[in-house]
């Protein structure tokens, strides 16, 4: 047992931990009469605590039928049922069985019912695609004529699958196993390591499938291919107690700060992540999708930070921007720290090759100063050498220091790494340190940090001051909007989809991506946003960034959906291996292999926006009504193929409905912008816009659902769906549109998120529901005259945003955690449009 008592506390502590157990003779104990097999209280009650743990899965995988399965343990929701050595997985499960199956079921059935009747104390169970020939309580003399008769008689038929228990032979109409269930349930839950607990010899095939972390454990006697043993039941419960205690132990440890509750610092080239607790754990250098040089989000400590700390232990009390500005205040009892990363010299392009992050510490005290980068995700061993002044950053590409005067460091050993430490005490006069990339020396320029703090705040808030806020949430509104402009990438234009890399969207599981790019549709969204509370000059800048990449692609219809802010390529997709991930979840990317996919709604949120730029009598000229005509000729030449979507799904291609639509998007504003700018009217877009809404309405739409679909080869809802209305392809008061809103309430809506979809998308693990998902919900609300319900879903989403207003990509609804990038441009995008909208209905 103190073999399994160290693999149990190993296997404690994986990310996402899936515990499966078989029933008869190891939750229950082996009876003669199979109907009164209970679970033991104590195994029962263990069981129902580890389900209840969060990143833990509890199953029951036996060979019972799932329906008595279900009546014997009485299971609570999140224990995971799977019945028939792994062939029911539902009740529904005997409805799925084609016509020759259930024939052939039925014949064993009979076969099975007639050699019974040639003995005593046999007796027959029919499951949904198996029978079993049960002779537990037979002589034993009969019991070797009646298998004999079993195996030469039914169990010979074709397409007749045996298996063999413990006084049990089970003839089955479809070929699967323990082990093949257990594999399915791992993948669908995306589970990092498996114990498993079996006494049956149809539990070896469980076994067989557990490999590397995975925890196998034989109950009872019996050769075994599982390197752990058990007496009986009562041990079983005793070894899911172990593990509950264990797993619960460590994920009291395991909490990282959640994703919304940190704050966002940008100089409009990079970002950097704060913690509440004044830790820098997040800054890539010199640009947002450069390698980062503090990962400790995505590592933990040893993957670099940047932390402040009172001497004494005491926490923070406050945290908060001052005013309308990325410049970060963090309040302790006797002492602040003030952080921002410098915008003091105007705008981004006149301070290109340079970031610098200020941290100043006023008040008194003592405080510890950890400086710990790491190169490159820390793949690279990072030295530092203590200089007079400061430290500098040995063997970088670009120069980097920490201008630090007064302050006196040591150098702590730290594997490949070097961390400088520094105790401060505090007098009254502030302490200044200077991270700069870029510039090697020492000597700080003619201003001094306090000045530049001040001109920094300037530049934010003289910005943030020319907005036309909403009075609905106002503040949270001018936050989101000084997000998107801290996400425009100064000196090009272009705007990334959010601030970070592989933030998860299933904790512990697999999707994690990099958002760190210029997505087509994300920054036309995004841009069309801040014109909408009078600033343009962003969207100008976009429509820039647009033309140089369309000048540098073979043809428009070509266009990729995303690049780097640089307007190029955002290169292969890769995993840091050596990174835990945030709260386990790996693997850790780079790169977004979404780059090569085919998604043909990116051209329609560049052309809206072009009009919307009219609307607001912006400066368009010659080269944009160019830029109009590319993208009407690339949706004339690719309209009608399938692609693969807004949601980028990794599988074959479909005829996504929103792509369609975001086509006909293309088509119908190029129309207007024609008739703005030239005065005259174009009749074959307005022909090609017709036939593309035609074939949207008629495949689309399914009357058996009476909604529009993910896409036209099926009937799974997708949120994005509802764009056939808030485009105005539709009327609000069509009934496909007011039933596709219902469907999409009925089955995507929980609590206060929206899914994007529930159907299988190849991946392991269940995300959250989309912010902008819930946005567009409140927006189809307003725009069908159901403003109460548009205000109450509104607030529900704006009270998932941070303390600092940050928002990510998703939230779970059933962890009550926000999940994915941060902070997200979709998601304040649909802040700013809720708000507005809501204001204008009163």
Known sequence: MNDLTHELERIAAVPVLLVASDYDGTLAPIVSDPAQAKPLREAAVALRM?????????????????????????????????????????????????????????????????????????????????IAFHYRNAPDDEADRAVKAVMSGPAALKGV????????????????????????????????????????????DAFATLTGPDIAVKVGPGETRAPFRVDGPEDVAKVLAKLGELRTEWLKGSEAVAIEQHAMLSDQRTVALVTPNASV?????????SPALFADLLGGPSAGHFSIKAADGSLPIEQRYTGDSLVLQTRWQGFTTTDFLDCSGGRPSQRAGRADLFRILEGGGRVVVDFAPRLDFGRVPTRLIVRDGGIEVEDTPDPIVLRSPGVKWRLVEEGNHHTARAEIDLDQEPVVLHLCHGSGSMRDGVASAKDKRLLTEVYWSSWADGLAIPNVEPELVRRSALVLKGLCYGPTGAVSAAGTTSLPEHIGGVRNWDYRFCWLRDGAMAAAALVKLGSTAEAMHFLDWVLGVVDNCDSPERLRPLYTVTGGSAGPEAELGQLAGYRGSRPVRVGNSAAAQVQLDVFGPIVDLVALLLDHDAPVSSNHWRLVEAMVQAVRQRWHEPDHGIWEIRRPRRHHVHSKVMCWVTVDRAIKISG????????????LRDEIAKDVIEHGFKQAGNAF???????????????????????????RYLGTLDAVEKALLLGPTVYRYRSDDGLPGYEGGFHICASWLVEAYAQVGRVAEAKTLFNQIVSLAGPT?????????????????????????GVIENALTLERLG
Request: glycine content about 8%.
């Open 709 to 735: 679909t993910a896409a036209y080869d099926d009937t799974d809802l997708d949120a994005a769906a509802l764009y056939v209305g808030l485009t105005g392809l539709l009327d609000p008061q069509d009934p």
């Open 676 to 687: 703005h700018l030239l005065g005259r009217d174009r009749e074959d877009w307005k022909r």
């Open 161 to 204: 699958f045996t298996k063999y228990g413990k006084k049990v032979v089970e003839l089955g109409v479809v070929s699967t196993d323990k082990g093949q269930a257990l594999e399915a349930m791992r993948h669908r839950l995306g589970a990092s390591a498996v114990v498993f607990l079996g006494d049956d010899k149809t539990d070896e």
């Open 805 to 829: 207003g940050m928002m990510s990509e998703q939230y779970g609804p059933k962890t009550r955690r926000a999940l994915g990038n941060v902070p997200q441009a979709y998601s304040h995008i």
């Open 50 to 130: 580890l389900a209840t743990l969060p990143q833990t899965h509890v199953a029951i995988i036996s060979g019972r039928a799932l329906r008595d399965l279900a009546d014997l343990t009485n299971p609570p929701e999140d224990v995971h049922l799977v019945g028939s050595h792994g062939s029911e997985f539902d009740l529904d499960f005997a409805t799925s069985l084609s016509p020759e199956t259930s024939k052939l079921r039925d014949r064993v059935l009979e076969e099975l019912s007639q050699i019974a009747t040639k003995g005593t104390g046999f007796s027959v169970e029919q499951k949904p695609a198996s």
């Open 281 to 289: 754990t997040w800054l890539c250098l010199p640009r947002i999708d």
